[in-house]
Protein backbone atom coordinates (compact mmCIF):
# COMPACT_ATOMS: atom_id res chain seq x y z
CA UNK A 1 0.00 0.00 0.00
CA UNK A 2 1.31 3.44 -0.82
CA UNK A 3 1.09 5.87 1.95
CA UNK A 4 0.84 8.93 -0.86
CA UNK A 5 -1.89 11.36 -0.46
CA UNK A 6 -4.88 9.87 -2.30
CA UNK A 7 -5.52 12.82 -5.03
CA UNK A 8 -8.22 15.45 -4.37
CA UNK A 9 -10.65 13.83 -6.83
CA UNK A 10 -10.21 10.57 -5.16
CA UNK A 11 -13.40 9.74 -3.43
CA UNK A 12 -14.02 11.45 0.11
CA UNK A 13 -15.34 10.54 3.69
CA UNK A 14 -15.58 13.57 4.35
CA UNK A 15 -14.09 17.77 5.15
CA UNK A 16 -13.33 19.61 7.63
CA UNK A 17 -13.92 23.47 6.57
CA UNK A 18 -12.98 26.08 9.23
CA UNK A 19 -15.46 28.37 10.31
CA UNK A 20 -14.92 31.82 10.64
CA UNK A 21 -14.94 32.45 14.46
CA UNK A 22 -13.49 35.51 15.69
CA UNK A 23 -14.98 38.98 15.20
CA UNK A 24 -11.54 40.57 15.77
CA UNK A 25 -10.18 38.94 12.76
CA UNK A 26 -12.86 39.21 10.41
CA UNK A 27 -14.12 42.85 11.85
CA UNK A 28 -16.83 44.05 9.56
CA UNK A 29 -16.40 41.15 7.23
CA UNK A 30 -17.41 38.81 9.49
CA UNK A 31 -20.80 38.25 8.86
CA UNK A 32 -20.46 37.54 5.28
CA UNK A 33 -17.47 35.74 5.40
CA UNK A 34 -19.96 33.12 7.39
CA UNK A 35 -22.16 33.41 5.05
CA UNK A 36 -19.40 32.67 1.84
CA UNK A 37 -18.20 29.68 4.03
CA UNK A 38 -21.49 28.34 4.47
CA UNK A 39 -22.55 28.52 1.18
CA UNK A 40 -19.68 26.69 0.12
CA UNK A 41 -20.13 23.93 2.90
CA UNK A 42 -23.52 23.69 1.31
CA UNK A 43 -22.36 22.97 -2.51
CA UNK A 44 -19.84 20.35 -1.39
CA UNK A 45 -23.02 18.34 1.07
CA UNK A 46 -24.88 18.66 -2.52
CA UNK A 47 -28.09 17.27 -0.99
CA UNK A 48 -26.79 14.24 0.92
CA UNK A 49 -24.86 13.44 -2.81
CA UNK A 50 -21.35 14.86 -1.85
CA UNK A 51 -19.83 14.27 1.45
CA UNK A 52 -19.87 15.21 4.89
CA UNK A 53 -18.98 18.14 6.50
CA UNK A 54 -17.34 19.01 9.22
CA UNK A 55 -17.68 22.52 10.21
CA UNK A 56 -15.07 23.60 12.89
CA UNK A 57 -15.56 26.11 14.82
CA UNK A 58 -13.54 27.44 17.64
CA UNK A 59 -16.18 28.16 20.19
CA UNK A 60 -19.37 28.05 21.61
CA UNK A 61 -21.02 31.71 20.07
CA UNK A 62 -19.36 30.25 16.35
CA UNK A 63 -20.69 26.61 17.04
CA UNK A 64 -24.03 28.45 17.12
CA UNK A 65 -23.51 30.54 14.07
CA UNK A 66 -22.37 27.23 12.01
CA UNK A 67 -25.28 25.28 13.24
CA UNK A 68 -28.12 27.90 12.03
CA UNK A 69 -26.69 28.75 8.67
CA UNK A 70 -25.20 25.26 7.50
CA UNK A 71 -28.03 22.57 9.69
CA UNK A 72 -26.96 19.65 7.00
CA UNK A 73 -23.37 19.79 8.95
CA UNK A 74 -21.47 18.30 11.61
CA UNK A 75 -19.94 20.93 14.25
CA UNK A 76 -16.78 20.28 15.74
CA UNK A 77 -15.82 22.22 18.07
CA UNK A 78 -11.92 22.89 18.63
CA UNK A 79 -9.95 26.15 19.98
CA UNK A 80 -7.97 27.75 16.69
CA UNK A 81 -6.52 30.74 15.56
CA UNK A 82 -8.19 31.16 12.34
CA UNK A 83 -10.14 29.01 9.79
CA UNK A 84 -7.07 28.00 7.05
CA UNK A 85 -7.33 23.92 7.84
CA UNK A 86 -5.67 23.15 4.77
CA UNK A 87 -2.64 24.63 5.86
CA UNK A 88 -2.71 23.42 9.85
CA UNK A 89 -5.22 20.78 9.26
CA UNK A 90 -3.88 17.02 9.34
CA UNK A 91 -2.80 15.79 5.87
CA UNK A 92 -4.37 12.03 5.60
CA UNK A 93 -2.55 9.62 3.80
CA UNK A 94 -3.35 6.20 1.64
CA UNK A 95 -2.47 3.97 4.40
CA UNK A 96 -5.29 6.10 6.78
CA UNK A 97 -2.68 7.66 8.85
CA UNK A 98 -2.82 11.78 9.60
CA UNK A 99 0.93 13.50 9.14
CA UNK A 100 0.61 16.17 11.46
CA UNK A 101 3.69 18.85 10.52
CA UNK A 102 5.11 21.57 12.29
CA UNK A 103 3.16 25.17 11.61
CA UNK A 104 4.96 28.40 12.26
CA UNK A 105 2.36 30.66 11.20
CA UNK A 106 3.25 31.28 7.79
CA UNK A 107 7.08 32.35 8.57
CA UNK A 108 6.25 34.18 11.61
CA UNK A 109 3.36 36.97 10.03
CA UNK A 110 0.50 34.91 11.60
CA UNK A 111 0.94 33.16 15.06
CA UNK A 112 -2.43 32.52 16.63
CA UNK A 113 -2.82 30.93 19.51
CA UNK A 114 -3.87 26.46 18.27
CA UNK A 115 -3.15 26.73 14.78
CA UNK A 116 0.03 24.47 15.81
CA UNK A 117 -2.03 21.68 17.43
CA UNK A 118 -5.18 22.05 15.76
CA UNK A 119 -4.23 19.28 12.69
CA UNK A 120 -3.53 16.08 15.65
CA UNK A 121 -6.26 17.36 17.60
CA UNK A 122 -8.79 17.42 14.21
CA UNK A 123 -6.98 13.73 13.38
CA UNK A 124 -7.59 12.48 16.88
CA UNK A 125 -11.09 13.52 16.92
CA UNK A 126 -11.92 11.32 14.39
CA UNK A 127 -9.95 8.22 15.81
CA UNK A 128 -7.03 8.66 13.21
CA UNK A 129 -3.12 7.55 14.40
CA UNK A 130 -1.23 10.55 14.40
CA UNK A 131 2.35 10.51 12.70
CA UNK A 132 4.22 13.96 13.41
CA UNK A 133 6.71 15.17 11.55
CA UNK A 134 9.49 17.77 12.78
CA UNK A 135 9.73 20.67 10.04
CA UNK A 136 6.97 23.00 8.83
CA UNK A 137 4.86 22.08 6.05
CA UNK A 138 1.52 23.91 5.11
CA UNK A 139 -0.56 21.60 2.84
CA UNK A 140 -0.94 24.60 0.83
CA UNK A 141 2.00 24.47 -0.37
CA UNK A 142 1.85 21.18 -2.18
CA UNK A 143 -0.73 19.37 -4.95
CA UNK A 144 -0.05 16.02 -5.56
CA UNK A 145 -1.68 14.15 -8.91
CA UNK A 146 -1.83 10.57 -6.74
CA UNK A 147 1.07 8.74 -8.45
CA UNK A 148 3.99 10.21 -5.92
CA UNK A 149 4.23 13.19 -8.38
CA UNK A 150 3.97 16.93 -6.33
CA UNK A 151 4.19 20.22 -6.95
CA UNK A 152 5.11 22.94 -5.02
CA UNK A 153 6.95 26.19 -5.34
CA UNK A 154 10.53 27.73 -4.29
CA UNK A 155 9.18 30.94 -2.98
CA UNK A 156 7.48 28.56 -0.38
CA UNK A 157 9.17 25.77 0.29
CA UNK A 158 12.87 27.21 0.40
CA UNK A 159 12.01 30.36 2.45
CA UNK A 160 14.06 30.46 5.10
CA UNK A 161 11.50 31.75 7.05
CA UNK A 162 9.90 28.12 7.32
CA UNK A 163 13.15 25.35 7.76
CA UNK A 164 16.22 27.69 7.24
CA UNK A 165 18.42 24.63 8.43
CA UNK A 166 17.63 22.53 5.19
CA UNK A 167 19.04 22.61 1.83
CA UNK A 168 16.20 21.98 -1.24
CA UNK A 169 17.43 18.40 -1.65
CA UNK A 170 16.96 17.56 1.97
CA UNK A 171 13.30 19.13 2.09
CA UNK A 172 12.77 16.96 -1.59
CA UNK A 173 13.83 13.70 0.54
CA UNK A 174 11.83 14.82 3.52
CA UNK A 175 8.98 15.23 1.37
CA UNK A 176 9.71 11.85 -0.21
CA UNK A 177 10.16 10.37 3.02
CA UNK A 178 7.20 11.36 5.21
CA UNK A 179 4.29 11.52 2.40
CA UNK A 180 5.06 8.42 0.33
CA UNK A 181 6.05 11.13 -2.85
CA UNK A 182 8.07 10.39 -5.31
CA UNK A 183 8.84 13.06 -7.64
CA UNK A 184 8.52 16.82 -6.86
CA UNK A 185 7.83 19.42 -9.66
CA UNK A 186 9.41 22.79 -8.21
CA UNK A 187 7.81 26.04 -10.04
CA UNK A 188 9.28 29.22 -8.81
CA UNK A 189 7.20 31.93 -7.43
CA UNK A 190 3.65 32.07 -6.40
CA UNK A 191 0.95 35.15 -6.50
CA UNK A 192 1.74 38.67 -6.10
CA UNK A 193 0.51 39.84 -2.28
CA UNK A 194 -0.05 36.20 -1.30
CA UNK A 195 0.47 36.33 2.61
CA UNK A 196 1.81 32.33 2.53
CA UNK A 197 5.02 32.88 0.52
CA UNK A 198 3.39 31.74 -2.59
CA UNK A 199 1.43 28.84 -1.79
CA UNK A 200 0.94 26.64 -5.36
CA UNK A 201 -2.87 25.84 -4.66
CA UNK A 202 -3.25 29.68 -4.91
CA UNK A 203 -1.04 29.14 -8.48
CA UNK A 204 -1.36 25.00 -10.18
CA UNK A 205 -3.39 22.01 -9.23
CA UNK A 206 -3.06 19.01 -10.66
CA UNK A 207 -6.28 17.71 -12.72
CA UNK A 208 -5.47 14.80 -13.26
CA UNK A 209 -2.49 12.13 -13.25
CA UNK A 210 0.50 14.22 -14.72
CA UNK A 211 -2.06 16.75 -15.62
CA UNK A 212 -1.64 20.55 -14.10
CA UNK A 213 -3.72 23.01 -14.49
CA UNK A 214 -1.81 26.74 -14.96
CA UNK A 215 -3.88 30.09 -15.45
CA UNK A 216 -3.57 31.99 -18.64
CA UNK A 217 -2.70 35.25 -18.39
CA UNK A 218 -5.16 37.75 -19.25
CA UNK A 219 -4.63 41.66 -20.46
CA UNK A 220 -3.24 43.70 -17.35
CA UNK A 221 -2.59 40.68 -15.15
CA UNK A 222 -0.52 40.72 -11.88
CA UNK A 223 0.98 37.39 -12.22
CA UNK A 224 1.42 37.05 -16.10
CA UNK A 225 5.45 36.83 -15.35
CA UNK A 226 4.70 33.89 -12.74
CA UNK A 227 2.01 31.83 -15.01
CA UNK A 228 4.07 31.82 -17.84
CA UNK A 229 6.70 30.51 -15.70
CA UNK A 230 5.11 28.63 -14.26
CA UNK A 231 3.58 26.84 -17.34
CA UNK A 232 7.50 26.28 -18.50
CA UNK A 233 8.66 24.65 -15.62
CA UNK A 234 5.95 22.08 -16.04
CA UNK A 235 6.39 21.00 -19.57
CA UNK A 236 10.23 21.00 -19.12
CA UNK A 237 9.07 18.85 -16.29
CA UNK A 238 7.23 16.48 -18.99
CA UNK A 239 3.92 17.31 -17.23
CA UNK A 240 0.47 17.84 -19.28
CA UNK A 241 -0.09 21.55 -19.06
CA UNK A 242 -3.84 22.65 -18.96
CA UNK A 243 -4.53 26.47 -18.96
CA UNK A 244 -7.26 27.32 -17.50
CA UNK A 245 -8.65 31.70 -17.33
CA UNK A 246 -7.27 34.59 -14.82
CA UNK A 247 -9.06 36.75 -13.13
CA UNK A 248 -6.65 38.94 -13.76
CA UNK A 249 -6.32 42.40 -12.12
CA UNK A 250 -8.48 42.02 -8.66
CA UNK A 251 -8.52 44.78 -6.46
CA UNK A 252 -9.06 45.25 -2.78
CA UNK A 253 -11.16 47.71 -0.62
CA UNK A 254 -8.19 49.71 -0.34
CA UNK A 255 -7.45 49.40 -4.11
CA UNK A 256 -4.37 47.17 -3.34
CA UNK A 257 -4.16 44.58 -5.51
CA UNK A 258 -5.10 40.80 -3.83
CA UNK A 259 -4.29 37.45 -4.85
CA UNK A 260 -7.23 36.02 -5.98
CA UNK A 261 -7.32 32.99 -7.90
CA UNK A 262 -10.03 30.40 -9.74
CA UNK A 263 -7.10 27.47 -8.70
CA UNK A 264 -8.39 27.58 -5.25
CA UNK A 265 -11.09 25.33 -5.99
CA UNK A 266 -11.90 22.66 -3.98
CA UNK A 267 -12.91 18.66 -5.44
CA UNK A 268 -15.58 17.59 -3.62
CA UNK A 269 -17.62 13.99 -4.43
CA UNK A 270 -20.22 15.81 -6.30
CA UNK A 271 -18.86 19.25 -6.90
CA UNK A 272 -16.18 21.43 -7.80
CA UNK A 273 -16.37 24.58 -6.03
CA UNK A 274 -14.88 27.63 -7.79
CA UNK A 275 -14.06 31.07 -5.93
CA UNK A 276 -15.71 33.90 -8.49
CA UNK A 277 -14.76 37.34 -7.49
CA UNK A 278 -17.16 39.47 -10.33
CA UNK A 279 -14.71 39.09 -13.35
CA UNK A 280 -15.04 38.68 -16.66
CA UNK A 281 -13.61 35.64 -16.66
CA UNK A 282 -16.13 34.10 -13.94
CA UNK A 283 -18.19 31.99 -16.22
CA UNK A 284 -15.50 30.59 -18.31
CA UNK A 285 -13.09 29.97 -15.32
CA UNK A 286 -16.14 27.30 -13.75
CA UNK A 287 -17.13 26.14 -17.52
CA UNK A 288 -13.72 25.03 -18.11
CA UNK A 289 -13.10 23.50 -14.83
CA UNK A 290 -16.25 21.58 -14.93
CA UNK A 291 -14.97 19.74 -18.44
CA UNK A 292 -12.00 18.46 -16.28
CA UNK A 293 -14.02 17.19 -14.03
CA UNK A 294 -16.76 15.15 -16.00
CA UNK A 295 -19.62 13.96 -13.25
CA UNK A 296 -19.28 16.43 -10.96
CA UNK A 297 -21.17 20.06 -10.96
CA UNK A 298 -19.28 22.95 -11.53
CA UNK A 299 -20.04 25.20 -9.20
CA UNK A 300 -19.08 29.45 -8.81
CA UNK A 301 -19.10 31.03 -5.57
CA UNK A 302 -18.48 34.53 -4.20
CA UNK A 303 -15.70 34.48 -1.67
CA UNK A 304 -14.75 38.21 -1.49
CA UNK A 305 -14.65 38.57 2.04
CA UNK A 306 -12.71 34.95 3.03
CA UNK A 307 -10.39 36.93 0.54
CA UNK A 308 -9.90 39.72 2.89
CA UNK A 309 -8.60 36.76 5.29
CA UNK A 310 -5.85 35.72 2.20
CA UNK A 311 -7.18 32.29 0.94
CA UNK A 312 -10.45 30.94 -0.60
CA UNK A 313 -12.06 27.51 -0.81
CA UNK A 314 -9.36 25.48 -0.82
CA UNK A 315 -7.62 27.47 1.87
CA UNK A 316 -10.31 26.68 4.34
CA UNK A 317 -10.84 22.70 3.65
CA UNK A 318 -8.87 19.55 4.61
CA UNK A 319 -10.78 17.07 3.20
CA UNK A 320 -10.20 13.20 4.85
CA UNK A 321 -10.10 10.32 2.05
CA UNK A 322 -12.44 7.73 2.04
CA UNK A 323 -10.85 4.20 3.39
Known amino acids: ?14 VWIGFPSHGELWLDDLDQARDEVAAFARAIYADGRGERVLLVA ?7 AARALAPFAEVVVQPFGDIWLRDTGPIVTGDGQARDFGFNGWGGKYDLPGDDTIGARLAEDRGLAVITCDW ?19 QCLL ?9 QAEIEARLLSDLGLTRVLW ?25 LAVPEPCENDPNWRVYQDAAARAAAFG ?11 VLGADEEIVPASYMNFYIGNAAVVVPVYGQANDDAAVATIGTLFPGRTAVGLRADAILTGGGSFHCISQQLPRR
Request: hydrophobic share 35%; glycine share 12%; net charge negative.
Open 239 to 249: VEVVRLPSPGR
Open 187 to 211: LGDGLLHDHTDGHVDNLARFVGPNR
Open 58 to 64: ADGEAAD
Open 1 to 14: MTIAPPPEWAPHDA
Open 136 to 154: VLEGGAIDGDGTGLVVTTE
Open 159 to 167: NPNRNPRLS
